[in-house]
């Protein structure tokens, strides 16, 4: 049994130095995470002879697992949420243009391509429009504060993401669509009266005087306490023109610079400036103040105005005729049967006779109301007489058109902007 002995003690070491090893190389313990409760400032309920001020975005200084945590330990206030009531754009097709795309690009640039929670932040815009602490339009309220680095409203506006970043055709075209139905009164009603939202990885110092009433995947949406946030609050209708937003031209012809007449003149062939979205060529055609174009390929029927605006200037005549890229303009006037038939907008201003009409190709592009629409044109034989310059629509004057098949539109499927 003499091996027994060097066995124990070889043993016993091992006893002795396994466990000191063990302690010496272990990884070290998991430090405990600190939640930091912001410093908020006191809780105040606007009373209703007092305007609520509309705060520049600031930010508690908490990493996001800290905001994450304190956003979570905060509670929904109580009640039901109120949905807000449809909201119907009532103005010219211009206004309606820049709106539709100065709201497009908020829920775009704000939500992505989450369709959801595109739709939540359009009403959030909305509530804004409608609510008196915030300005009198769709571009006013999601452009409030970009002229300043900070105070903006929505970060995008002011934090270079406009430049940095410009979405996919299919992008813009799902947004446009959102913004389109909820300017023709879609309501979402998960936010209810929200007014103001924020991802929950920050903590805005605006937040202590808000009610927290919903969440929309990491968005939290708030309203204002007290009278403020009721109903009776959000009685203001928009007002005025929408502004032209210079930070939107590449990406909107309805916020493209109008080119002066002087310079429009000047310029010969092609007479319409190519729009951001697509390719338009033109020329002026033999008659006088008639342009001929061909639309954007990937831009909206909405913007069509926009073009006209640029390639009329303020002329007291002028006639705008223009097809789709699959037809294109023609050359020159008169029209052939075949392109009367495939005209897909047409405009006349004549202002010594008081008349200014935009009609759209119902066929080729959907429109909400049927007076916009074009009669269709029916094969003709021989030339197409000239149409007189006295008070007289464009080609394709309103008629029913029961024929027509609309265009579907597209489907898909922070207010602080983080």
Known sequence: M???TPVLLLIATLAIITPTLLVAFAPPPPRAITRIAPRLPPARVVPPAELPPVE???LADLSPDDARAYNEAQPFADGAITPARPFHFAGAADDLARATDCLAT?????AGDDATGEKAVAQAVLNRVRHPAFPKSVCGVVFQGSERRTGCQFSFTCDGALDRWHPLPASWAHARTIATRALAGAVFRPVGLATHYHTDWVV???QASLDKIARVGPHLFFRWAGWWGTPAAFDRMRDGPEPVIDALASLSPAHAPTVAPVELAATGAPIVPAPPLGDATGGEADEPGAILA???ANGSPDAFPAL???ACGTRAYCKYLAWTPLAGAPAALPLTPRQQASLGFSYLRDRAHG????LWNCGQ?????PTQCMKPQPPLTGTSPEPPRAPAEPIGTHRPAPSAVPTPLPTKTGVEGR
């Not at 592009?365 to 109301?369: I, L, M, N, P």
Request: hydrophobic share 55%.
């Open 355 to 358: 008349f200014d009409k935009a």
């Open 2 to 4: 003499k091996w027994l």
């Open 294 to 296: 061909t639309l954007p």
């Open 56 to 58: 520049p975005v600031a």
């Open 308 to 310: 006209v605006a640029r």
């Open 106 to 110: 908020a829920v775009l640039y704000e």
């Open 204 to 206: 805005p110092y605006w």
């Open 365 to 369: 592009f959907k429109r909400a109301a």
